[in-house]
């Protein structure tokens, strides 16, 4: 009986959703000088968020906006490119020394 779910599912499964893309023109752009509102906390250092931006494919997810930030981390709204849903992707700080990786390997 098992098999026979296994079996609908897979015969039944929907192809990925296609990623979408974003208009690069008609939008207002942000100016580089002025900091954003996350930048401006005491606790803000350059270097430690991982820049993402709207459209960047990580793994199956595609980002489709910004939700909020905090001290440690950054929490985007994502579409799911597999399961054609929308996810809340959370993404931290890096921590600790950056060359801290390659002396591991």
């Known amino acids: 009986m098992a098999s026979i779910f296994r079996w609908t599912r897979t015969a ?15 939008i207002e752009w942000i100016n580089d000088v002025q900091p ?3 930048e401006k906390f005491e606790g803000f250092r350059r ?3 991982y820049p993402v931006n709207i459209g960047d494919i990580a793994s199956k997810y595609q980002v489709v ?3 909020g ?9 994502a579409r799911d490119l597999q399961a054609y849903d929308y996810v809340a992707l ?4 890096r ?8 002396k591991i390997y």
């Not at 039944?12 to 008609?26: D, H, Q």
């Not at 921590?95 to 390659?102: L, N, S, T």
Request: with cysteine.
């Open 65 to 67: 906006g910004k939700l």
């Open 90 to 93: 959370k993404i931290y700080i």
């Open 47 to 49: 270097g430690l968020y």
């Open 36 to 38: 954003l509102e996350e």
């Open 69 to 77: 930030y905090g001290v440690t981390s950054t929490v985007w709204l």
């Open 12 to 26: 039944f499964r929907r192809a990925p959703s296609p990623s979408r893309c974003f208009p690069t023109t008609g």
């Open 95 to 102: 921590d600790g020394d950056p060359q801290e990786e390659f």
